[in-house]
């Protein structure tokens, strides 16, 4: 089993910052691909961003230049760093990973983000 565990959501102003952190139970190694999903009322949930074990980076058109995601391997976790924030950027952001060795998707409870003045 596998656990994500989100932290570092909040209330922030526009422009503003927030860094969003996902610690998972076991090596990040072990996922073929991680990334961070948002899910805004009344909309789907999107890809925000994501990298794989080739080193590929993806980002959503909306956040590139303002979203940069990390992983840090000795402490198996995944950042978000978000940057001029803005109000279309509330959501609930969730992490997720998968595991090809099960071929399964693996998602975090969801970290709630709030844009606004």
């Known amino acids: 089993q596998v656990q994500l565990v989100e932290s570092g959501g909040g209330l922030v102003q526009p422009g503003g910052s927030l860094m969003l952190s996902c610690a998972a139970s076991r090596s990040i190694s072990s996922f073929a691909a991680m990334g961070w999903y948002r899910q805004a009322p009344g909309k789907q949930r999107e890809l925000v961003a994501s990298f794989n074990t080739g080193g590929t980076t993806n980002y959503a058109d909306s956040v590139k230049g303002r979203f940069t995601i990390s992983r840090d391997n000795a402490k198996n976790t995944v950042y978000l760093q978000m940057n001029s924030l803005k109000p279309e950027d509330t959501a609930v952001y969730y992490c997720?990973?998968?595991?090809?060795?099960?071929?399964?998707?693996?998602w975090g409870q969801g970290t709630q983000v709030t844009v606004s003045s």
């Open positions: 997720h990973a998968f595991w090809a060795f099960v071929r399964r998707d693996y």
